[in-house]
């Protein structure tokens, strides 16, 4: 009897857990194609249980699981096929007329249908009248007085089985919904975290301009010429991160071999003016030509990234120094400064994207200057206490071949 159960039930249930697994792991994502999947389960089941399972009078009542659950989710085509296809089934095991037991089905429907009650209470009320129907009027050998006692007990387990059914598909079928809402949940998140980064950036060159543009003095030739320069510089790199609204899931970097102390030595140039007079900004880069295979733009904008963050951090007489070397087939570059610093917990979460303890901050600056870093074979981390200031290390491998 056990073994016939379990049979059954693998029978029924073994197409619904391959549909779910569909749900989880396809990129369907049109519920008309869902649906069809659906009804594919539901002949399955149906088809494997009538053809392999072990269905006699006891046990005839689990081929109506895939009708139970079709009629739950509102196929109604599928319904009728399978009700007609249950039907036949009942009408030989329990040796009553095929129409009468298809009219059974059909006020099972009718009323599955119209009301508003369980599924599983509307079967068995139904099929509780009409078993007292047939042992009245057309009993059979089986549906009979004399297996009253058994009817009853089939009835008790048939209702126990159909809520068991409903409420196990109705816990896995939000399951997956849950799990598909996530999934679109994150692929959302993916792409506002890219326009954030690039919206971000943006803010650095933007400024940078405006600074030069309010010092800007069409009275001085040599300075007006060479704020033109900074500022063609800054546009451009601003019309790079527009670039990335095209691929915005992908961070592009271009490399080519440069000379790293030119870039810092342009970065410093421009962090300066970004500094109020009573703060100070400090560097000490060495004069040996050093050469990395690193996109210029991308690094430039990390920099002064971190450099702007630092300056942020300070207060009144605050200093933030940049100090460049190289160890080994190294390039390290250091900025520190003496402002509030961070306790452990905001350290330990420092480049998680979107995590910020700005007011106005979008928690992506950090995230994409690592990512950024990572991407030329570096390494970026933040040392740091709690009012004590924050040290910034950023590594970066030599590039051999241009240094011997």
Known sequence: MITSVFLNMMCLLFPFCCYFIYLIYSKAIYEKEKLIFLDLALFSSFYLCNRFGILNSDLCFLINVPLLISICKKRLFPTILLSIGCAFVSSNIYEVNVFII?????????FCYLSKYKTYNIFLVVKLIYTIFIMI???????????MGRIVIIGIVMYLTFYLVILFYGKIDTIVKMYSSLREITKEKQLYESLFKITHEI???????????????INNAAKANRYVGIINQEIDRTLLLLKDFSDVSKLNIEKNI????????????ESKMIFKSNMKFKYNISDDEVYINGDYNRLK??????IKNA????????IVSLKAKTFKNNYIITIKDNGIGMDKETAKKIGTAFY???KNGTGLGVCFSKEIIEKHGGTMEYIS???????VKIILPINKTSTN
């Open 102 to 110: 298809l009219m059974e089905y059909l006020i099972i429907i009718m």
């Open 137 to 147: 009027i057309l009993p059979s050998k089986i549906i009979c007085f004399n297996n």
């Open 203 to 217: 803010k650095n060159p933007l400024a940078v301009c405006k600074g030069y543009l309010e010092m800007f003095d």
């Open 258 to 269: 440069m000379e790293v102390n030119m870039l810092l030595e342009d970065v410093c140039d």
């Open 301 to 306: 904008q990390v920099l002064i990234n971190v």
């Open 311 to 318: 300056k942020e951090a300070i207060g009144e007489n605050g």
């Open 356 to 358: 910020t303890t700005k």
């Open 385 to 391: 206490k709690e009012k004590k200031g924050t040290t």
